[in-house]
């Protein structure tokens, strides 16, 4: 069995596949993708996402056809079905708790992430617009939203006391949000989570400056 991970160094959706993989201690090769060299708009990348995005996972079991999954919160979720019982459990086992899980999740995933996303900024640079100022203020409405729901779901992480896909997705969207100059000091309780998650070595391991391709900063 062997697992591929096609990503970026810096991308958050990559991070958040790289820490899922890390927790179950699975193996996996990463082949880079340079956004911004455009690679993910190559025939052969396009092949694999129609999208031109990364992360891709491929899971190629001997005997049977490779499985190609795009979409991270497809991808982990195929991670936790797939090996239920390797590493640690990515969603917590209540039904209730698991619906929170995903529900941060995505407002990260989907409430977040899209509004500041690499394409995204650079259309509106070309539209005249203050694509920093545009993903900052995105960044921050949505972690405000996470910080306020946590405060009814976190223990020791974001949902409960072990980690879940939702700090998969905090931890890199707060990555973003220094990198766009979001305001987050206030957010304690996401902090608190983060500082958490940074002494765990699948965390540790998973960060963009641990990568093959990681670059100086720009
Ligand atoms: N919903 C997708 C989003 C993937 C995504 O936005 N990937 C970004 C990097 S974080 C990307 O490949 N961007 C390339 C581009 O915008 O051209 C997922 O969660 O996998």
Redesign the pocket.
């Known amino acids: 069995m062997s697992i591929t991970l096609y990503g970026?160094w810096r991308?958050?959706?990559?991070w958040r596949v790289r820490i899922a993989l890390n927790l179950k201690g699975l193996d996996y090769t990463i082949v880079p993708v340079h956004?911004v060299k455009a690679e993910?708009h190559t025939e052969a990348h396009k092949a694999l996402n129609p999208l031109?995005?990364?992360?891709v996972l491929i899971f190629d079991q001997d005997g049977d056809a490779p499985v190609a999954i795009?979409?991270?919160?497809a991808i982990m979720e195929y991670i936790e079905e797939r090996f239920p019982t390797d590493g640690q459990p990515l969603l917590p086992s209540a039904p209730v708790a698991r619906a929170r899980a995903r529900q941060l999740a995505e407002v990260i995933?989907s409430g977040t992430?899209?509004l500041q996303?690499?394409?995204v900024l650079n259309r509106l640079k070309e539209s005249g617009v203050d694509a920093r100022a545009w993903g900052s203020d995105f960044i921050r409405n949505g972690l405000s939203a996470v910080e306020t729901l946590a405060a009814t779901t976190a223990g020791a992480f974001l949902v409960g006391d072990q980690p879940t896909i939702a700090d998969l997705c905090l931890i890199p969207q707060l990555y973003n949000a220094r990198r766009f100059g979001a305001p987050i000091d206030d957010l304690q309780t996401l902090l608190a989570v983060e500082a958490r998650c940074n002494a765990l070595p699948a965390f540790q391991r998973a960060h963009p400056d641990q990568q093959p391709d990681a670059q100086a900063p720009d």
């Open positions: 970026y991308s958050s959706t990559t956004l993910q031109a995005q990364v992360p795009t979409q991270s919160m995933n992430q899209p996303n690499f394409a």
